[in-house]
């Protein structure tokens, strides 16, 4: 062991720190040591002349094959080079291995998708013909839709519902639903255009249930939408009606409203049905059925409206015939339950009353231009009196004026202007009017006696004695001829008999609700009593007649009542027509 580690010593201290190592150099040191003194001596000059031979031989070999050196080296060097450029090589190949991993990568998945976009084409190419009928559906209802072919467009509707529930995430499905319902909202359009029109019940049916199919509307929205279309198809038919002409206009639109509102009214009870009331119970929401009913009340009031504008332009003298056909068009509608003649009353009334008014205005005011240029001065006519002129005799049937008003001009044209309005007024004479009447001829003959006082005032003293005279007589005629007459003018238009009738009372207890239906004379003689001649009795003559149960009056002869009769007497004052029944 120790001979060992001696050696091992030796060994390191002959290789020296910068030794090269091996097993020459172990064989060589093991030579060595057993190599004696003297041969130990000779090693290094046998080793400087092997050293000598060893270059020598490497010199003539170099000197002789330099060739294969030179060749040598610079194979050597071109393959370091070589491995060079290889290993420079191989390093970029290595940087690049992962983006070539991830390029194929995307080719596997590329080829992934075209596999699979190779797999749809042939299935679609397989079904072809089921895909193109579906992309077709669009195209196929708008055509059902421009053609009227709605019995199809709602199949291809209900067809395409399908498709949207089972394929909603597909977007060529969603599309394709887009489109189908931009052809329903137009399919829609044109049944409610259609409501627009003058179409019949069978046609209307016929909608209704389309669009009860298309399921776009509740029921209260379809009563709605129905009620609007026929309603404005109404509003059209009211506009093409001419306006220049009052009445024209307005016949021509009762028979229009009373046509087709009536057409309607048929249509929606036969399509809809109101079985619940129109009033519902506290709580409750407002039935379906209201809304016609407020339709209908609404058409109604359109229609009084423009009966009230058109009568308030003037219809002439024929006010009775409109009223005839008013009255004709509600009673149409109480056949279904919209019975509005009520309503019409009113209206007419109230005409009748301000053209009666205007009338009597308008004689009063011409009085007044007469009793402007009224002088006395020239004998009356003896046409009163009767002396050498025919007095034509009352005929059955008529209300002869006094003849002792020819005498006065402007008595006589005051009571013709009267008398005209009179006649008017009784072609519509409803009996609420004789209060209304009767107060405007109580003001009337007030201006009247008041104009009667001015001209006394203004002339009285300028009268002479005959003058005189002859305004007293002015004044008797006015109120004992002139009053009693019209006195006897209201009782034709308005029979204490109806009135007592109306009123609810006995015709004898008639006198407890005033002077109705009569003019106060009284209160007119009073102003003119200073003017009268001196009567022998202060009681006043009777003039008017109380009537009887039966409605007949003594001093008034019998008129005929039935509309259109004309009486066979003429009125004997100039221009004044003759009061009938």
């Known amino acids: ?133 579906i992309l077709e559906i669009p195209q196929l209802m708008d055509t059902c839709v421009r053609n009227g072919y709605y019995e199809e467009a709602l199949e291809l509707t209900a067809y395409v519902r399908r498709l949207e529930r089972k394929h909603s995430s597909i977007p060529v499905i969603q599309g394709i639903v887009d489109e189908v319902r931009q052809s329903a909202q137009l399919m829609l359009n044109q049944l409610i255009q259609q409501l627009r029109t003058n179409i019949a019940l069978p046609a209307c049916l016929r ?45 021509k639109t009762i028979e229009a409203c009373r046509v087709h509102l009536f057409d309607i009214v048929t249509q929606y009870r036969a399509i809809f049905s109101d079985e619940e009331p129109l009033v519902p119970a506290e709580a409750a929401a407002p039935g379906e059925g209201a809304i016609f009913h407020s339709w209908v009340l609404q058409k109604v009031s359109e229609f009084l409206r423009t009966l009230r504008r058109d009568l308030e332009r003037g219809v002439g003298g024929r006010l009775d015939s409109l009223l005839g056909q008013c009255m004709y068009f509600g009673l149409s509608f109480s056949r279904v339950g919209v019975d509005f003649r009520g309503q019409l009353a009113p209206l007419f009334q109230r005409v009748a009353a301000d053209a009666f008014s205007k009338a009597v205005e308008e004689a009063v005011e011409k009085f007044r231009e007469e009793m402007n240029s009224y002088t006395l001065i020239s004998a009356p006519a ?5 002396a050498g002129v025919p007095v034509p005799t009352a005929q059955p049937g008529t209300l002869q004026p006094p003849m002792v008003l020819l005498d006065f001009p402007p008595l006589a044209c005051f009571l013709n202007g009267l008398l005209v309005a009179f ?70 238009l308005f029979p204490p008999a109806q009135l007592a009738q109306a009123l609810g009372v006995p015709p004898t207890q008639l006198q407890r609700f005033g002077r109705l239906g009569r003019i106060d004379v009284a209160a007119l003689r009073e102003p003119l009593a200073f003017l009268l001649p001196p009567a022998p009795s202060e009681e006043e003559p009777p003039t008017e007649t109380v009537p009887d149960p039966e409605g007949e009056h003594a001093a008034v002869p019998t008129v005929p009542t039935e509309p259109g009769e004309s009486p066979s007497g003429e009125a004997v004052l100039p221009g004044a027509p003759v009061l009938t029944g």
């Open 1 to 133: 062991m120790a001979a060992a580690a001696e050696e091992a010593r030796l060994l390191a201290c002959l290789r020296g720190p910068a030794a090269p190592g091996g097993p020459e150099l172990a064989a060589y040191v093991s030579e060595l040591a057993a190599l004696g003194l003297a041969e130990l001596g000779r090693e290094p000059a046998r080793l400087a002349a092997e050293r000598e031979r060893v270059g020598a031989e490497t010199r003539r070999l170099a000197f002789e094959h330099y060739r294969a050196f030179i060749r040598s080296a610079e194979c050597t060097g071109r393959a370091g080079r070589g491995f060079g450029g290889i290993e420079s090589r191989l390093g970029s190949l290595l940087e690049r291995l992962p983006a070539l991993q991830e390029a194929c990568r995307t080719f596997m998945r590329d080829a992934e998708a075209i596999a699979c976009s190779r797999r749809m084409n042939s299935l679609t190419l397989n079904r072809h013909t089921e895909i193109l009928e």
């Open 207 to 251: 909608v209704i249930g389309f669009l009860r199919r298309m399921d776009v509307l509740t029921e209260a929205e379809l009563r709605v939408k129905f009620l609007q279309a026929r309603d404005a198809w109404l509003r059209s038919m009211q506009a093409s009606i001419p306006d220049h002409d009052p009445y024209a206009h307005i016949t």
């Open 382 to 386: 003896v046409l009163g009196g009767g």
């Open 423 to 492: 006649n008017d007024l009784r072609l519509c004479c409803p009996i609420a009017l004789a209060q209304d009447v009767t107060a405007c001829l109580d003001s009337a003959l007030g201006e009247v006696t008041k104009t009667i006082l001015a001209f006394h005032r203004a002339e009285e003293a300028a009268f002479s004695g005959r003058e005189q005279e002859l305004f007293t007589q002015f004044c008797t005629a006015f109120l004992e001829d002139l009053l009693p007459y019209l006195n006897r003018c209201l009782q034709v």
